[in-house]
């Protein structure tokens, strides 16, 4: 398998990636990431994936180039990064107490070919108090994160069970990805 290249900008991808020992290298990408939400959300993580991988910068050609997109949906509505911490503190009350599915679109694109996919993790999540949420927006920890919160971080303190893939959740189901990459490669 020739040199894997990961488009983005996203340290936990690149952690994951590492820590199951998938060599790669960090590039970054010229896709612009929108909203717009394409008929269904797992149709936007794929979308927004293919996007990234596909405008992935300084890569050599005939290389494997993997992107990814990461989002919240909660009783039908799609929560992406908080824009503001007004936003941040509204998904959070919207999400305790509750359960959410955490939707991870993974492409991997080699010269013309193309590997879509997607994972989706269900999370549980405790009943929130106002301070808590107040004392975890002041962290910053949710500023980066769809949903606002982070399991790898302090917000695994609210998580009561999931099911599904927790690498899903921080950001890449690195099981699946390794086995597409198998497959691909044999
Ligand atoms: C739910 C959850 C999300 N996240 C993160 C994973 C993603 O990095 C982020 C969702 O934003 P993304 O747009 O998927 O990714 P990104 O902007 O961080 O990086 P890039 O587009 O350059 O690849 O939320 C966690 O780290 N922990 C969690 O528990």
Do not use: C
């Not at 993790?121 to 962290?139: A, C, P, R």
């Amino acid at each position: 398998m020739s040199g894997l290249y990961l488009a983005s900008g996203s340290p936990r991808r690149h952690e994951l990636l590492d820590q199951v020992g998938i060599a790669h290298t960090v590039v970054a990408s010229a896709y612009e990431e929108s909203n717009e939400v394409i008929s269904s959300p797992v149709d936007m993580v794929e979308a927004q994936a293919l996007g990234k991988a596909k405008a992935a910068i300084g890569v050599p050609d005939g290389s494997i180039v993997l992107g990814a997109d990461t989002i919240v949906v909660h009783n039908g509505e799609i929560l992406g990064k908080p824009a503001t911490k007004e936003d941040a503190r509204r998904m959070l009350h919207a999400l305790s107490g509750d359960t959410h599915s955490v939707i991870t679109g993974v492409a991997i694109v080699i010269g013309n070919q193309e590997w879509v996919f997607h994972n989706e993790t269900f999370v549980h999540f405790k009943t929130l108090s106002i301070h808590e949420i107040e004392s975890y927006i002041d962290t910053g920890e949710p500023m980066d994160k769809a949903g606002a919160y982070g399991i790898q971080g302090k917000g695994a303190l609210w998580v009561t069970g999931i099911e599904g893939s927790y690498t899903n959740v921080v950001g890449l189901p690195v099981e699946q990805v390794y086995d597409t990459l198998r497959q691909i490669f044999g």
